[in-house]
């Protein structure tokens, strides 16, 4: 399947300015941030939640724990995949109990990872409740998730491919919308 770039929807400025607002939005939810843990979803929500992290430390100047999360073996499509999914490990040293947990994802589009991360973060403890950060909500969503803090709604299609790129990771902040073209 080839992909031919269609759209740059957001630069490395913009992306900083989502999460900058991202993180106000979390303190006034929670009013404050001392119950509040962050789980960056691997890959790309790592990243995503090291900065959060960063920026409300910023504001509130108290240190938030942050956390891993691996949900390769929550996933609901594993039996169907043909390759060998890689697990890593998840790590979150902390208590979940009676915690206003934020999970950072990359993309929200069909709703299966952050329903996989809820069942992955179950079996951690109990949290007082679960929040969602996405840097781009795509919509098409399969199971009834929406996200708590977006930092900008991409409507697309089925057809398109929504790409997050990360300096840690790619070396760039840029999120692009790809179209698929047929060979």
Do not use: W
Request: net charge negative; proline share 4%; glycine share 4%.
């Amino acid at each position: 399947m080839a992909l031919k770039h269609k759209a740059t929807v957001m630069d490395e400025k913009t992306m900083q300015q989502a999460l900058r607002r991202i993180a106000h939005e979390i303190i006034e939810h929670n009013r404050g941030t001392e119950k509040v843990v962050l789980i960056g979803i691997r890959k790309r929500g790592v990243p995503l939640a090291e900065r959060l992290q960063e920026y409300l430390c910023e504001i509130e100047d108290f240190e938030i724990p942050l956390g891993i999360l691996d949900i390769t073996l929550y996933r609901d499509d594993l039996i169907q995949r043909q390759d060998q999914p890689e697990v890593h490990t998840t790590d979150v040293p902390f208590d979940l109990t009676d915690k206003h947990v934020v999970v950072i994802d990359d993309v929200l589009f069909t709703g299966r990872t952050v329903r996989a991360a809820m069942d992955a973060l179950i079996d951690l403890g109990r949290p007082a409740g679960i929040q969602l950060a996405v840097l781009i909500d795509r919509g098409h969503r399969e199971l009834p998730i929406r996200a708590d803090y977006v930092g900008k709604n991409v409507p697309s299609s089925r057809s398109e491919l929504v790409e997050v790129k990360v300096k840690e990771i790619d070396q760039a902040d840029r999120v692009d919308i790809l179209e698929k073209i047929a060979e």
